[in-house]
């Protein structure tokens, strides 16, 4: 294998090949005809000494050198347009975040106006997904995840705490109308429980266990938990149940704001449960000090510290 550098043509066409996982849609990214496109890889395939893709009947595979390649090649190209992007002055324009849904739509949406009113010469486009992106193949800078509080860790990226994922008993008002006295542990045993239904945590991590948690927490772990008269896939859908008057929900305070200033939720005890889980951001970690990522990273610290402010 010579030790020379492929040419930088070379390897943006196989940054693009390994992207897409097809010749063809590489060469309509790249203006080519897919011929060009196949000598290119041809031509990086005899430098190197070895095929970098398998080209299977109706699909492209990447072989063991073309895996060891392409996140290389990806950071390569990532890192000499932000080094172009900071000779010229510019912050590359858009930031793209990959966010999930309870977050983004509870916490992100309702604030990111600010951000860019701090940051008016950068676009945010924001994505909606509890899939993981993969940031050397998909065009997202930040990502913001959850994970366990203890190890929160995700090969190859940088990782920031932001917000843990705390529990306090909330439910509408006219359940406590009906129901009166709902002050203490004992009298929420008589309301109808609701939860949250996380297939990631089976048995005996299912949707008693928060409200086993709660109860722990406030001082009552002699009572007996009820069974959950129903259960929910996100704590989006666990607030709608709640403030219809299904029954009582274990929210994250943060998250239900609004709904409380509007009397739409009432928030039962001040007592939390600290969940086994934290919102984290995450992107590649040789891009953690980009400006515009950076930028990002302190409006949300600073945001997550007013809203700790907030009785």
Not at 71 to 83: H, I, M, S, Y
Not at 167 to 193: N, Q, W, Y
Not at 262 to 282: A, M, T, W
Request: aromatic fraction near 8%; charge should be neutral.
């Amino acid at each position: 294998m010579s030790d020379r550098l492929p040419p930088l043509n070379t390897l943006r066409v196989f940054d693009a090949v390994a992207r897409h996982m097809s010749f063809t849609r590489a060469a309509a990214e790249l203006g080519m005809t897919q011929a060009a496109v196949s000598y290119q890889i041809k031509l990086l395939e005899d430098r190197i000494g070895a095929p970098v893709f398998l080209r299977l009947t109706r699909k492209l595979a990447l072989t063991d050198a073309g895996q060891n390649l392409a996140p290389v090649v990806a950071d390569a190209f990532v890192r000499l347009r932000e080094a172009l992007a900071s000779v010229t002055g510019k912050n590359d324009g858009v930031l793209a975040v990959s966010s999930i849904g309870t977050f983004t739509t509870r916490w992100l949406v309702p604030r990111i106006g600010r951000f860019q009113l701090a940051y008016p010469e950068i676009a945010v486009r924001m994505d909606a997904s509890d899939t993981l992106v993969d940031f050397t193949r998909e065009p997202f800078d930040v990502g913001i995840r959850s994970g366990l509080r203890s190890r929160a860790q995700w090969p190859g990226l940088a990782s920031d705490h932001l917000l843990s994922i705390d529990l306090a008993p909330f439910c509408a008002p006219e359940l406590t109308a009906r129901f009166h006295d709902v002050a203490s542990p004992a009298a929420l045993m008589g309301l109808p429980l609701l939860g949250e239904f996380n297939p990631d945590r089976p048995s005996p991590y299912g949707v008693e266990a928060d409200w086993r948690s709660w109860f722990d927490a406030a001082g009552a772990a002699e009572l007996e938990i009820p069974a959950v008269k129903a259960s929910f896939g996100t704590q989006q859908l666990l607030a709608a149940a709640a403030m219809t008057g299904q029954g009582v929900a274990l929210l994250t305070p943060e998250f239900f704001r609004s709904e409380v200033d509007s009397g739409r939720l009432i928030q039962l005890s001040q007592i939390r449960v600290k969940n086994v889980e934290s919102y984290h951001l995450v992107c590649l970690a040789g891009r953690r000090e980009v400006p515009k990522i950076r930028a990002f990273r302190d409006w949300l610290q600073s945001e997550i510290a007013i809203d700790r402010q907030v009785p």
